[in-house]
Nanobody, 114 residues
Framework: QVRLVESGGGLVQPGGSLRLSCAAS????????MGWYRQAPGKQRELVAY???????NYADSVKGRFTISRDTAKNTVDLQMNSLKPEDTAVYYC????????WGQGTQVTVSS
Protein backbone atom coordinates (compact mmCIF):
# COMPACT_ATOMS: atom_id res chain seq x y z
CA GLN A 1 0.00 0.00 0.00
CA VAL A 2 1.36 3.38 -1.04
CA ARG A 3 0.57 6.45 1.02
CA LEU A 4 0.99 9.92 -0.46
CA VAL A 5 0.87 13.04 1.71
CA GLU A 6 0.76 16.53 0.24
CA SER A 7 1.73 19.66 2.15
CA GLY A 8 2.51 23.31 1.56
CA GLY A 9 -0.84 24.70 0.50
CA GLY A 10 -2.31 27.89 1.86
CA LEU A 11 -3.62 31.35 1.10
CA VAL A 12 -1.46 33.59 -1.05
CA GLN A 13 -1.98 36.88 -2.86
CA PRO A 14 -1.92 37.06 -6.64
CA GLY A 15 1.66 37.14 -7.86
CA GLY A 16 2.87 35.22 -4.85
CA SER A 17 4.54 31.84 -4.56
CA LEU A 18 3.98 28.53 -2.83
CA ARG A 19 5.91 25.30 -2.76
CA LEU A 20 3.96 22.06 -2.50
CA SER A 21 5.57 18.84 -1.42
CA CYS A 22 4.42 15.24 -1.83
CA ALA A 23 5.91 12.63 0.46
CA ALA A 24 5.45 8.92 -0.13
CA SER A 25 5.84 5.76 1.85
CA UNK A 26 8.55 3.66 0.30
CA UNK A 27 11.07 4.70 -2.29
CA UNK A 28 8.69 4.97 -5.22
CA UNK A 29 9.62 8.32 -6.69
CA UNK A 30 12.82 7.02 -8.22
CA UNK A 31 10.97 4.12 -9.87
CA UNK A 32 7.79 5.69 -11.24
CA UNK A 33 6.61 8.85 -12.92
CA MET A 34 4.79 11.25 -10.61
CA GLY A 35 2.15 13.81 -11.32
CA TRP A 36 0.57 16.82 -9.69
CA TYR A 37 -3.12 17.40 -10.42
CA ARG A 38 -5.59 20.00 -9.27
CA GLN A 39 -9.33 20.30 -8.97
CA ALA A 40 -11.16 23.58 -8.69
CA PRO A 41 -14.77 23.77 -7.41
CA GLY A 42 -17.20 22.62 -10.08
CA LYS A 43 -14.41 21.54 -12.42
CA GLN A 44 -12.81 18.25 -13.38
CA ARG A 45 -9.47 17.23 -11.98
CA GLU A 46 -6.71 18.22 -14.37
CA LEU A 47 -3.05 17.36 -14.78
CA VAL A 48 -0.77 20.24 -13.79
CA ALA A 49 2.67 18.68 -14.22
CA TYR A 50 4.45 15.37 -14.20
CA UNK A 51 8.02 14.15 -13.95
CA UNK A 52 9.38 10.88 -15.29
CA UNK A 53 12.01 8.69 -13.68
CA UNK A 54 14.50 10.14 -16.14
CA UNK A 55 13.66 13.66 -15.05
CA UNK A 56 11.64 14.64 -18.10
CA UNK A 57 8.91 17.08 -17.20
CA ASN A 58 5.70 18.23 -18.80
CA TYR A 59 3.29 21.00 -17.84
CA ALA A 60 -0.22 22.13 -18.56
CA ASP A 61 -0.19 25.15 -20.85
CA SER A 62 -1.83 27.24 -18.14
CA VAL A 63 1.16 26.85 -15.79
CA LYS A 64 4.13 26.71 -18.16
CA GLY A 65 6.81 29.17 -17.16
CA ARG A 66 5.32 29.61 -13.69
CA PHE A 67 5.38 26.15 -12.10
CA THR A 68 8.29 23.76 -11.72
CA ILE A 69 8.08 20.11 -10.71
CA SER A 70 11.12 18.44 -9.20
CA ARG A 71 12.15 15.34 -7.33
CA ASP A 72 14.16 15.46 -4.11
CA THR A 73 15.65 12.01 -3.71
CA ALA A 74 17.22 12.84 -0.35
CA LYS A 75 13.86 13.73 1.16
CA ASN A 76 11.90 11.27 -1.01
CA THR A 77 9.51 13.97 -2.14
CA VAL A 78 8.19 15.41 -5.37
CA ASP A 79 7.76 19.15 -5.14
CA LEU A 80 5.82 21.72 -7.11
CA GLN A 81 7.20 25.24 -7.02
CA MET A 82 4.45 27.66 -7.99
CA ASN A 83 5.33 31.25 -8.85
CA SER A 84 3.32 34.17 -10.18
CA LEU A 85 0.17 32.62 -8.83
CA LYS A 86 -3.18 33.70 -10.24
CA PRO A 87 -6.69 33.47 -8.79
CA GLU A 88 -7.46 30.78 -11.37
CA ASP A 89 -4.80 28.57 -9.76
CA THR A 90 -7.09 28.22 -6.76
CA ALA A 91 -7.81 24.51 -6.32
CA VAL A 92 -7.10 21.45 -4.28
CA TYR A 93 -3.78 20.02 -5.44
CA TYR A 94 -3.11 16.28 -5.44
CA CYS A 95 -0.09 14.15 -6.18
CA UNK A 96 -0.46 10.88 -8.02
CA UNK A 97 1.52 7.80 -8.91
CA UNK A 98 0.44 4.82 -11.02
CA UNK A 99 1.92 1.34 -11.09
CA UNK A 100 -0.11 -1.60 -9.83
CA UNK A 101 -2.91 0.84 -8.99
CA UNK A 102 -3.57 4.58 -9.06
CA UNK A 103 -2.60 6.25 -5.81
CA TRP A 104 -3.65 9.71 -4.66
CA GLY A 105 -2.94 11.85 -1.67
CA GLN A 106 -5.59 13.64 0.37
CA GLY A 107 -4.90 16.94 -1.36
CA THR A 108 -3.78 20.36 -0.18
CA GLN A 109 -5.79 23.53 -0.68
CA VAL A 110 -4.25 26.42 -2.58
CA THR A 111 -6.17 29.69 -2.52
CA VAL A 112 -4.98 32.69 -4.49
CA SER A 113 -6.85 35.80 -3.45
CA SER A 114 -6.27 39.37 -2.41
Amino acid sequence: QVRLVESGGGLVQPGGSLRLSCAASGNIFSRYAMGWYRQAPGKQRELVAYITTGGRTNYADSVKGRFTISRDTAKNTVDLQMNSLKPEDTAVYYCNVNFDDSYWGQGTQVTVSS
